[in-house]
């Protein structure tokens, strides 16, 4: 009848929502047919019903966190403190903006080459990360969501990816393309001059320093490491990089006293550029034990006797 059809077309101009907020682990997907993750992802698809988590104990599993940004409309936030809940603004935290969205970095709109030379960051493997650095699509998103937090400080380090370019690119086109609530699709290019780094927010020059440390770090480990030698090692080269890395992260901390979340890092880099070959061998050779003449006076057989003995 007539009102049915009314209740139809207002089922559709309305999307729903279920937020569970809770203190235990969430079982990913294959743990069990019946498991909440996938009733989310058959609620989503079927019914239009979407799901916000809110994790106020320990946060979920990478994987778990992975398969609800998956699920169209879901999203999931790991909450540590009275002060970051009040901050929420749940408005924003349940309202999808757009779905299906895919973000590229280009040279330009005609044919459209990657500029990407290495992505660090983000829950992906070898294939998919060498696939996006060759087609420039450093992102893909199931849900954008309008900003949740006032405060940057409440942007996690973890959720950032730094985007390595290919040299002398000094201007790129951003893509971006998407999806509203209805399917119609839409496309935005900008283009993008880079901008000196002095102005970078400190969660940023974090990212990056975090960025310089690892690929220090792994190409010490691939040009100093020995087989033969299980004793650490740190060539001339390497301990002059580790100096000048040092310095960087010892420039930077000082203008964020507040923070020391990069103290451990400092520290290791602080040993390692210092670090003296020489002077480790011989505290080796002083602490390895050496065998007594007197216990071979006294008839303790040394190795050589015993092999003498029964040659």
């Not at 729903?16 to 698809?45: K, P």
């Not at 969660?203 to 010490?220: D, G, P, S």
């Not at 006293?257 to 451990?264: A, F, M, R, S, W």
Request: proline letters at 2%; charged letters at 20%.
């Amino acid at each position: 009848n007539g009102g049915g059809g009314d209740d139809e077309e207002e089922e559709d101009e309305y999307d729903h929502r279920i937020i569970v907020i809770t203190t235990r682990q969430l079982q990913a997907r294959d743990s069990a047919a019946e498991s909440l993750l996938n009733l989310c992802y058959e609620s989503s698809s079927s019914a239009n019903i979407s799901t916000t988590f809110l994790a106020v104990s320990k946060a979920f599993s990478p994987h778990v966190v992975s398969e609800i940004n998956d699920c169209r409309g879901c999203n999931y936030f790991h909450l540590t403190s009275s002060a970051q809940y009040t901050a929420m603004h749940f408005d924003f935290a349940v309202t999808p903006l757009f779905f299906n969205m895919h973000l590229s970095l280009v040279n330009d709109a005609e044919s459209a080459q990657s500029v990407v030379h290495n992505i660090y960051g983000g829950m992906m493997n070898d294939h998919e990360r060498q696939h996006r650095c060759q087609s420039g699509n450093i992102a893909s998103l199931n849900t954008i969501f309008a900003r949740t937090f006032d405060h940057a400080e409440n942007v996690d380090i973890n959720d950032i990816k730094v985007v390595q370019l290919h040299e002398d690119v000094q201007q790129f086109l951003i893509h971006i393309s998407f999806e509203d609530r209805t399917g119609s699709a839409y496309q935005v290019t900008d283009s993008v001059v880079l901008p000196s780094t002095a102005d970078a927010p400190w969660v940023m020059t974090k990212a990056m320093l975090l960025t310089h440390y690892v690929n220090a770090l792994k190409q010490w480990l691939l040009d100093d490491s020995d087989e033969n030698d299980n004793f650490l090692k740190v060539s001339e080269l390497h301990k002059q990089k580790f100096g000048e890395l040092l310095t960087e992260f010892e420039t930077a901390m000082s203008e964020h006293p507040e923070d020391d979340t990069l103290q451990v890092d400092v520290n290791v880099l602080n040993k390692l550029s210092k670090y003296d070959m020489e002077a480790a061998q011989m505290i080796r050779n002083l602490t390895q034990p050496k065998i007594s003449t007197q216990e071979t006076e006294t008839g303790i057989e040394t190795p050589d006797d015993q092999n003498a003995s029964h040659t």
